[in-house]
């Protein structure tokens, strides 16, 4: 079975701290994504990665940041934790190409900034 | 840029009974995919059914089935002998061929009534 895995499932961090949310995918998927979800607001994509090292803006990505450094992981970066960053966090991969097979998500990071 | 619309933001079907959950989505394109989640209170996304824009043919999956038109721009999720265990949030969403980001709608959140 796909594995997507992201590291923690509830996590609370303080306003200002740099907070980092990892994701690591075992299918050897090309791509990578980051979506934040709010109530009445459905996904919105942050960033996404095509391959190492590589990194695309996404519809939100204001005050975040990402690392793809390998294949497997990709990680999402908040310079500064703010309280308007509090929401739920799903990362997601899916191989070259996309199109028919379907993207995979993990079990998502609800993030809570005070 | 693509969209994705969702307008019941709420619906509730009775046990054994069928429901329909609405999607209309914007696109210039004429191949693409669109798909239907499941967001349980897991939070794990599950992939329910798919689309392929090029194919005239409804998708159906067991008790799931989808009423795709293509020219309206519609893709529209049915659900027949709901269960229980139905209840979740349901997105629809969008995909371009390539290597291009899901885009989704803002979901419809499904209770089923003993």
């Known amino acids: 079975d796909v594995k997507v895995t992201q590291s923690s499932r509830y996590l609370v961090k303080r306003t200002g701290e740099k907070v980092f949310l990892e994701c690591v995918q075992d299918m050897d998927h090309e791509n990578m994504f980051w979506y934040r979800q709010d109530p009445g607001l459905g996904l919105r994509l942050i960033y996404f990665?095509?391959?190492?090292?590589?990194?695309e803006k996404g519809d939100i990505p204001e005050g975040y940041s990402v690392s793809r450094e390998k294949k497997e992981r990709f990680s999402l970066i908040l310079e500064s934790a703010s309280t308007n960053q509090t929401s739920m966090y799903l990362c997601?991969?899916?191989?070259?190409?996309?199109?028919?097979?379907?993207?995979?998500f993990g079990q998502g990071t609800r993030l809570t900034v005070v | 840029a693509q969209t994705v619309t969702q307008s019941q933001p709420e619906m509730s079907v009775q046990e054994a009974e069928t429901v329909t959950l609405s999607c209309t989505y914007d696109?210039?394109?004429?191949?693409?995919?669109l798909f239907w989640y499941k967001q349980p209170p897991s939070r794990q996304m599950i992939l329910v059914i798919r689309q392929e824009a090029y194919k005239q043919q409804n998708a159906t999956e067991n008790r799931f089935s989808v009423n795709f038109q293509k020219a309206a721009k519609s893709f529209s999720l049915k659900i027949s002998d709901s269960q229980l265990g139905d209840a979740a949030m349901y997105f629809c969403a969008y995909l371009l061929s390539g290597n291009t980001p899901l885009v989704f709608g803002k979901g419809t959140r499904l209770s089923v009534i003993a």
């Open positions: 696109t210039s394109e004429s191949d693409y995919y």
């Open positions: 997601a991969s899916s191989p070259l190409g996309g199109g028919y097979t379907e993207a995979f």
């Open positions: 990665s095509y391959d190492v090292k590589m990194k």
